[in-house]
């Protein structure tokens, strides 16, 4: 995953998946972290 390449823990995110567990979302919030993340999103 491209997004996450950068982060400390993606190895631990994506090497693996023997494991496996159901999630259900009940709701999503917009965010805004600015400068952080500008990097990450890019416009159509």
């Known amino acids: 995953m491209k997004a996450?390449?950068?982060l400390k823990g993606?190895?631990?995110l994506?090497?693996?998946m023997?494991?496996?567990r159901e999630i259900k979302f009940t709701k999503?919030?917009?965010i805004n972290l600015g400068?952080?993340?500008k990097n990450f999103i890019k416009s159509k």
């Open 18 to 20: 023997e494991f496996v």
């Open 28 to 30: 999503a919030e917009k």
């Open 14 to 16: 994506w090497k693996t």
């Open 10 to 12: 993606n190895s631990n």
């Open 35 to 37: 400068e952080m993340t």
């Open 4 to 6: 996450t390449n950068g």
